[in-house]
């Protein structure tokens, strides 16, 4: 049964501590929910038509329901054909940037979850998350519509019915989140490895590896330094280069990958042993790791000139820093020890605000998707829904 009120849904982005890239060839990856989040406000629209609005790319479109309704039998037929969909959104043909991407991943989804009933529907994504800097917005985007559009059209439960007995989705229920979500990652990423739709669905920390989602229940608190170099990549073109090299040199990028795939076991061999008991010498076996990876992602090609600006100058007051997500541009993760100075982190952001960086000082974990009565949003969602 449609839901006759709006909905909201958040998701949070996710730091990628170890495993980007060697994830999509089956290799492990850890990695952690992020206190930045992408909320959605879904409501029913009364004219016959499907309305988007996504403020932080600045794209509002809309369609009237029965010229979506003509899509329908060829879509059905061919699902992955996303040339349909392109023609339909009058999409130009390379297909890789922000609103070509997000658009054509709403449309997959609203025909998919959707099918033969499509509602008239007022859809606002709004994100906390940098839009394509390696922190998951992607992933928060389609757990959003996958959440929302699911939970509108009855087939999950709406944990805020009143009936409801707590205000979250079930086991199952999240799990046709993450599938639908995983989806909507194929449309924008092209081979997306599933990782970053499985931390904003379950939030927390995991191990993942091909499919296989293992929550980390204990971690320490650890504390990072986020970096968003503002140079702009996307995803789908670094994973393409990455698969590239390794079919030019396979036997130069696999084991690569092996190596990058050992650091992620012993990262979390080291976060388990922290847990019984802390001390400095884990912290340092952290930061060597850091640093080995961090070349071996120069070796696969995901560096840039900016991400080794970020690890000189940490480097330069004893802290380490890899970049994180797809690389390229976009973030990179630095380790702050208990036993930093407040001083030295100030000095290093001011320093990497100055090169025109962004940073933030955060914790790691965050909690996975979830629904909200408008008066739960936080203060700056409810403000920017106000006005949308
Ligand atoms: N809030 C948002 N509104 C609209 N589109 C979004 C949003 N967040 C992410 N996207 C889509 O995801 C793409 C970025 O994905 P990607 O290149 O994987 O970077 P990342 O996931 O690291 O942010 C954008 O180009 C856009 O198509
Ligand atoms: C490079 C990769 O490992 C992570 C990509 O993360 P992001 O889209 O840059 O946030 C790709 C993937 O796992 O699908
Ligand atoms: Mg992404």
């Given at each position: ?187 924008i990423h092209g081979n997306p490895s599933g990782v970053d739709n499985a931390v904003g669905t379950w939030g927390g920390a995991l191990q993942y590896q091909s499919g296989r989602i293992t929550p980390i229940e204990r971690v ?15 995803t789908k073109v670094l994973v393409a280069g990455v698969k590239e090299k390794l079919l030019k040199f396979p036997d130069i990028i696999e084991p690569v990958l092996s190596s990058i795939h050992a650091i992620s076991q012993e ?122």
């Amino acid at each position: 049964m449609t839901i006759d009120r709006e909905l909201f849904v958040s998701a949070p982005g996710k730091v990628i501590l170890h495993g980007e890239h060697a994830v999509v060839h089956g290799k492990m990856a850890l990695a952690v929910g992020l206190n930045l989040r992408t909320f959605i406000r879904i409501r029913p629209c009364k004219d016959d038509t499907v309305l988007i609005n996504l403020p932080n790319i600045g794209t509002k479109l809309s369609w009237d329901v029965s010229q979506l309704q003509s899509l329908l039998p060829s879509f059905q037929d061919d699902p992955q054909n996303m040339e349909i969909l392109k023609n339909f959104a009058g999409l130009t043909d390379g297909c890789k940037d922000t609103e070509s991407l997000a658009v054509l991943a709403f449309l997959y989804l609203y025909l998919s979850i959707f099918g033969r009933d499509l509602p008239s529907v007022d859809v606002v994504v709004w994100s906390q998350l940098p839009t394509g800097a390696g922190l998951g917005s992607s992933a928060a985007y389609c757990v959003c519509l996958a959440a929302a559009m699911l939970t509108y059209c009855g087939r999950i439960a709406d944990p805020m019915r009143e009936e409801a007995k707590t205000s979250r989705w079930s086991q199952t229920e999240l799990d046709l989140i993450n599938q639908w979500a995983f989806q909507g990652e194929k449309v924008i990423h092209g081979n997306p490895s599933g990782v970053d739709n499985a931390v904003g669905t379950w939030g927390g920390a995991l191990q993942y590896q091909s499919g296989r989602i293992t929550p980390i229940e204990r971690v320490p608190m650890l504390h990072i330094l986020l970096t968003n170099t503002k140079v702009p990549r996307s995803t789908k073109v670094l994973v393409a280069g990455v698969k590239e090299k390794l079919l030019k040199f396979p036997d130069i990028i696999e084991p690569v990958l092996s190596s990058i795939h050992a650091i992620s076991q012993e990262c979390q061999r080291v976060l388990k042993e922290m847990t019984a008991g802390l001390s400095m010498d884990h912290y340092s076996v952290l930061e060597e790791l850091i640093d080995i990876n961090q070349h071996h992602l120069n070796v696969i090609g995901v560096g840039h000139p900016s991400l080794n600006t970020i690890c000189r100058v940490t480097a330069e007051r004893g802290l380490h820093s890899k970049l994180t997500g797809a690389g390229g541009g976009g973030c990179a993760v630095t380790l702050l020890r208990p036993d930093t100075d407040h001083t030295v982190v100030e000095a290093v952001k001011q320093e990497l605000t100055d090169c025109g960086f962004q940073c933030w000082e955060t914790s790691i974990g965050a909690l996975g998707v979830s629904v909200h009565l408008p008066s739960s949003l936080t203060e700056d969602a409810r403000e920017a829904f106000s006005n949308l």
